[in-house]
């Protein structure tokens, strides 16, 4: 009986030793470190928690993030909506009736882009999408903390196109192909 007394007592002495350690160490707050740093977790003391959004974590150069499109650098090659494990990049092209630009890094534009919105609540952050665009123009960003009430928010749009300039370039795709349907046919 004496036996167990004793042990519970030294359980519970342990217990508060551990309690007091906290509650002494929780006068201090440690300061955002910086992930990258070797020996970052080594400094686990006192409060650990970062009074976010004031304080804001260091966050690794690789990170993966939301992401970013760089519309005028698009070629509309829809690559990076095929590679997509959860379908959430939706790219509406629309024909041009000849080179309508270039990229930054030399690549012929022959294509507009009506619509390209990608669904960021229904993204996993794969990052496959970034490795197969042949003009890197689609990204991931360091940017974490977009926080929404309204989760259609979350869909962002990058296309600059408006609904008239769409129409107007698919005119203009129908009508150029009515032309060379009626050059071929004179010609037969
Ligand atoms: S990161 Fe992955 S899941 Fe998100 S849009 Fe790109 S391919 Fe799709
Ligand atoms: S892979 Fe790149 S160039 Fe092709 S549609 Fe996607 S973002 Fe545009």
Redesign the pocket.
Known sequence: MLKIAIHAFVTAAKGLAITLTHLVGARRSRHALDVRKADYFDHQDGVTTVQFPREKMPIPEVA?YQ?DVEIDDCIVCDL?AK????D??AIEPVKATGVIGKTSDGSVKRLYAAAFD?DMA?????????VVCPTECIT?TDQYDRSMTDLSELTYSFAEMTPEEVEEKKREWTKFQAEKEAVKKGSR
């Open positions: 993966r992401l990076c590679a997509c494990p959860v959430c990049i990608i229904k993204c996993m952050y794969c990052g496959l999408c970034t991931m």
